[in-house]
């Protein structure tokens, strides 16, 4: 699809129109019968066409007509989950808390929101396959050389449907105002992409304070690094990245999750106590040695804390069978200090289950950065920029950086896991949270490498 934005829209918003009239025939459909779809229609029309006005306008606030994000499949989930809500609490208050329309729908109203949120997720889906075909929406000059750049770079052409394309790359920033606008107009660019240390370079931050008066829109670096690889670069990242960033945390939604986290905490130990029972009874029979396995972990706010596992190792962890060392060792793929019954514990994750203990304590959360030991914790943050401020956060079971870069043994694996850790860090939410239980389920049924201990 060729055509210009408003064009593109336009043809979005009539295709919305369609999906939600469409869920409320459906709806009435499964209700009452296809048969009898027509003469209950009529009663419906009116209130809902006001009904999926408001809907629309939902839409819009929450970003669901925001081109260039919709090209993410997880953005468009946070929006369309965030729109789902809302709308859901604006029909009940329509038609309850305003009874002038004659109908009080239940039923129908449940399935127009479960029906209207499928079609919308498919819809955007399409609609997206279509546009990338198109000119991109984002025609950047990129500034600056570097790692991140040459990523960004390389990400831009491999993956057009986000909607980049660079029109030109300079290494040395244009010495004025008029040298940039010449090469804006000259390769009709409309974004303008600076790395951090550019910021305070203040001709250039007064051209692109210039060109954003006139429509052209600049970008930091490290966000658009982001939107490709779902972490924060560290290389790109000063003080002031994380006072913007962090400082303003997410207080609700961080003490929403607590009592979520403790509540599934309770069921889950409920449910699973056959589980964790046999895998007690294997661990007790087949090695010597404790069933659990305490160890120290570096916490929220650098508090250390007992983490509690099925032992999966034999019973001197840190003692390689083939060597006298004693000394905290990372664990490796195919650590011969682990049991046979271990690696069947932790290719099934049920090593894991002892830590719904730690969740009931307030020690640990579903989601979240991994806890570390202290003493990876005190080389760590001697060798790795800025390594400290992910415990901010109550470490997880699971997290982004794990179901993203599932092994890591090495400062250098360390150093990688933190950008993802940033990422969560800075994007958490409950969309993102099922994103990352979704994809640990997902790792579950296909395997992984060993996680390192």
Same mark, same amino acid.
């Not at 060792?329 to 690696?343: A, L, Y």
């Given at each position: 699809?060729t055509?210009?934005?408003?064009?593109?829209?336009?043809?979005?918003?009539?295709?919305?129109?369609?999906?939600?009239?469409?869920?409320?025939?459906?709806?009435?459909?499964?209700?009452?019968?296809?048969? &009898?779809?027509?003469?209950? +229609?009529?009663?419906? /029309?009116? #209130?809902?066409? =006001?009904?999926?006005l408001?809907? %629309? $306008?939902?839409?819009?606030?929450?970003?669901?007509?925001?081109?260039?994000?919709?090209?993410?499949?997880?953005?468009?989930?946070?929006?369309?989950?965030?729109?789902?809500?809302?709308?859901?609490?604006?029909?009940?208050?329509?038609?309850?808390?305003?009874?002038?329309?004659?109908?009080?729908?239940?039923?129908?109203?449940?399935?127009?929101?479960?029906?209207?949120?499928?079609?919308?997720l498919?819809?955007?889906?399409?609609?997206?396959?279509?546009?990338?075909?198109?000119?991109?929406?984002?025609?950047?000059?990129?500034?600056?050389?570097?790692?991140?750049?040459?990523?960004?770079?390389?990400?831009?052409?491999?993956?057009?449907?986000? &909607?980049?394309?660079?029109? +030109?790359?300079?290494? /040395?920033? #244009?010495?004025? =105002?008029e040298?940039?606008?010449? %090469? $804006?107009r000259?390769?009709?660019i409309?974004?303008?992409?600076?790395?951090?240390?550019?910021?305070?370079?203040?001709?250039?931050?007064?051209?692109?304070?210039?060109?954003?008066?006139?429509?052209?829109?600049?970008?930091?670096?490290?966000?658009?690094?982001?939107?490709?690889?779902?972490?924060?670069?560290?290389?790109?990242?000063?003080?002031?990245?994380?006072?913007?960033?962090?400082?303003?945390?997410?207080?609700?939604y961080?003490?929403?999750?607590?009592?979520?986290?403790?509540?599934?905490?309770l069921?889950?130990?409920?449910?699973?106590?056959?589980?964790?029972?046999?895998?007690?009874?294997?661990?007790?029979?087949?090695?010597?040695?404790?069933?659990?396995?305490?160890?120290?972990?570096?916490?929220?706010?650098?508090r250390?804390?007992?983490?509690?596992?099925?032992?999966?190792?034999?019973?001197?962890?840190?003692?390689?069978?083939?060597?006298?060392?004693?000394?905290?060792?990372?664990?490796?793929?195919r650590?011969?200090?682990?049991?046979?019954?271990?690696?069947?514990?932790?290719?099934?994750?049920?090593?894991?289950?002892p830590?719904?203990?730690?969740?009931?304590?307030?020690?640990?959360?579903?989601?979240?950065?991994?806890?570390?030991?202290?003493?990876?914790?005190?080389?760590?943050?001697?060798?790795?920029?800025?390594?400290?401020?992910?415990?901010?956060?109550?470490?997880?079971?699971?997290?982004?950086?794990?179901?993203?870069?599932?092994?890591?043994?090495?400062?250098?694996?360390?150093?990688?896991?933190?950008?993802?850790?940033?990422?969560?860090?800075?994007n958490?939410?409950?969309?993102?949270?099922?994103?990352?239980?979704?994809?640990?389920?997902?790792l579950?049924?296909?395997?992984?490498?060993?996680?390192?201990?």
């Amino acid at each position: 699809m060729t055509a210009p934005a408003p064009v593109k829209l336009f043809f979005l918003f009539l295709g919305d129109l369609v999906v939600l009239y469409a869920s409320l025939v459906a709806a009435l459909a499964i209700r009452l019968g296809s048969t &009898g779809v027509i003469e209950p +229609l009529a009663p419906h /029309l009116y #209130p809902f066409t =006001l009904l999926f006005l408001i809907w %629309l $306008v939902v839409f819009y606030i929450v970003g669901l007509y925001d081109l260039r994000r919709l090209r993410r499949l997880l953005d468009l989930l946070k929006m369309l989950a965030a729109a789902v809500v809302v709308n859901t609490v604006l029909a009940v208050g329509f038609f309850y808390l305003l009874p002038v329309f004659g109908i009080a729908p239940k039923t129908s109203l449940v399935l127009v929101v479960i029906i209207a949120a499928i079609l919308e997720l498919a819809w955007r889906r399409i609609f997206q396959r279509l546009t990338i075909r198109g000119e991109p929406s984002s025609r950047a000059l990129l500034l600056g050389s570097g790692e991140t750049t040459d990523a960004v770079l390389a990400a831009v052409a491999e993956h057009p449907q986000l &909607g980049y394309v660079i029109r +030109l790359h300079l290494a /040395l920033a #244009p010495t004025s =105002l008029e040298e940039l606008r010449g %090469l $804006v107009r000259e390769k009709n660019i409309n974004t303008v992409i600076l790395p951090r240390h550019l910021h305070h370079d203040p001709i250039l931050t007064r051209a692109c304070y210039e060109l954003l008066r006139e429509g052209v829109e600049v970008q930091d670096l490290a966000t658009v690094y982001e939107l490709f690889f779902r972490k924060i670069p560290l290389m790109e990242l000063e003080e002031s990245w994380f006072l913007e960033f962090v400082a303003s945390s997410h207080r609700l939604y961080d003490q929403l999750k607590g009592g979520i986290d403790l509540v599934a905490a309770l069921l889950l130990t409920v449910i699973l106590s056959p589980l964790g029972a046999l895998a007690a009874v294997a661990v007790a029979l087949t090695s010597r040695g404790p069933i659990f396995y305490r160890q120290t972990r570096t916490g929220r706010h650098g508090r250390p804390f007992t983490l509690y596992k099925f032992r999966s190792m034999y019973h001197s962890p840190e003692r390689n069978p083939d060597a006298q060392a004693t000394a905290p060792v990372w664990s490796g793929p195919r650590d011969p200090r682990i049991t046979p019954v271990g690696r069947v514990l932790r290719f099934t994750h049920l090593d894991e289950l002892p830590q719904l203990l730690n969740i009931l304590r307030g020690e640990l959360s579903f989601v979240g950065p991994r806890p570390e030991r202290p003493e990876f914790v005190s080389l760590l943050i001697q060798e790795i920029p800025h390594f400290d401020i992910r415990h901010v956060l109550k470490p997880g079971i699971t997290g982004w950086a794990q179901v993203n870069y599932p092994y890591g043994a090495s400062v250098a694996d360390a150093y990688e896991k933190l950008q993802y850790d940033l990422f969560y860090l800075k994007n958490r939410s409950p969309v993102l949270d099922l994103a990352v239980a979704l994809n640990t389920l997902k790792l579950f049924f296909v395997g992984s490498q060993n996680k390192p201990r």
